[in-house]
């Protein structure tokens, strides 16, 4: 009997276990389950379509459970262009869970959706003894006009325009949950610097300000930066990504050389992929500057398919997603 890996599904098993078993046909849905669409687009009226996206929230420490809560599925909603209007949540608690965590937690909550105006209209929330951990689904919605819909595919000579968190969720969680063999390497100021930048594990600020200028975005998840895969495929597409442009947080790169890591396929929550056509790029760029928000150019999507990674003045493909580095370091 063949055993599931940790971890998101891979691709393949999507497409022989999952895509083939999704009900009935409705007209009402534009774009259902897709390789690299993390959101449903549905027909909503004449001028507006309904964006809806579920994540689950589950591995992260107690004190971030609210925050990620809200923003996991949030902003799978904001790349497609919408911003997150109303949210089901289950929570799905093991015993011992404290009154005080949910008091929390819902504290937390209340707080990021009156940030982003957004409102909880409904879920379940119950103890079981057979939960573990601590758990929560969240399906976000909103709503985007027709012709605002952004979608996660590029035509040939579209820049790619990443924001500077890429490895950011990997090393974030590694200052949680392996602060012990960190703690040699790293002062107990920069670990506690490191807990504290998981509030930047969210492309939502970033996604509603690239609207204006972007054909389409994606949120670096598992996998980080191999997601250019997905868009290249979707699109029927290459790429060409320069290492030399690369911009990761000093800290990201000191716990990454740390655990002998490339940045590519490290998890990267929170890290937008911009799909921008040539003459909106700068503009882009700079409109996150000016937010405090750190953007690059790290490549573009050509004509060619192949896939390329220009490295130290050598060009050889760009990694696949063979497995996530988060996945193996804590499934310990």
């Known amino acids: 009997m063949e055993k599931l890996p940790f971890g998101k599904l891979r691709n393949e098993l999507l497409r022989e276990v999952i895509f083939p078993n999704l009900g009935i046909e409705d007209g009402k849905v534009i774009y259902g389950p897709k390789e690299g669409f993390d959101s449903a687009v549905l027909e909503y009226d004449d001028e507006h ?36 209007r109303w949210l089901v949540i289950d929570f799905v608690l093991p015993p011992g869970t404290s009154r005080e965590f949910l008091e929390r937690t819902m504290e937390d ?14 879920g379940h929330t119950g103890v079981y003894p057979s939960v573990r951990e601590l758990v929560a689904t969240t399906t976000a919605m909103g709503l985007v006009k027709r012709e605002g819909l952004k979608l996660p595919l590029a035509k040939p000579g579209d820049r790619i325009i990443v924001t500077g968190k890429v490895a950011l969720e990997f090393v974030v969680s590694a200052s949680y949950f392996r602060a012990r063999e960190l703690k040699g390497f790293l002062t107990p100021g920069k670990l506690s610097r490191l807990r504290s930048l998981y509030r930047l594990e969210t492309v939502l600020p970033d996604a509603l300000i690239a609207r204006p200028f972007v054909r389409g975005m994606h949120d670096a998840t598992e996998g980080g930066l191999t ?11 290459g790429f060409v990504v320069y290492s030399d442009r690369l911009r990761l947080n ?8 740390f655990y002998g890591l490339e940045p ?19 503009q882009l760029i700079a409109e996150l500057h000016k937010n405090g928000i750190t953007a690059f150019e790290l490549g573009e999507f050509t004509r ?25 370091l804590y499934g310990k």
Do not use: M, Q
Not at 63 to 84: L, Q
Not at 227 to 237: P, Q
Not at 250 to 257: G, I, W
């Open 227 to 237: 997601a250019l895969h997905e868009i290249a495929d979707n699109s029927g597409l």
């Open 264 to 282: 590519w396929s490290v998890s990267s929550t929170g890290t937008l992929i911009a799909i921008t056509p040539p003459e909106n790029s700068n």
């Open 304 to 328: 060619e398919k192949e896939r390329l990674l220009v490295e130290n003045g050598k060009v050889k493909p760009f990694p696949e997603f063979e497995g996530d580095p988060y996945v193996t």
């Open 109 to 122: 909550l209340n707080g990021e959706c009156r940030r982003f105006g957004s409102a909880i209209i409904g």
């Open 49 to 84: 379509y309904l964006i809806v996206a579920t994540d689950p929230t589950l591995g992260v420490p107690a004190e971030t459970f609210g925050f990620f809560t809200y923003h996991f599925a949030s902003s799978d909603v904001a790349v497609f262009g919408a911003r997150p």
């Open 250 to 257: 000093p800290l990201v790169e000191k716990v990454l050389d």
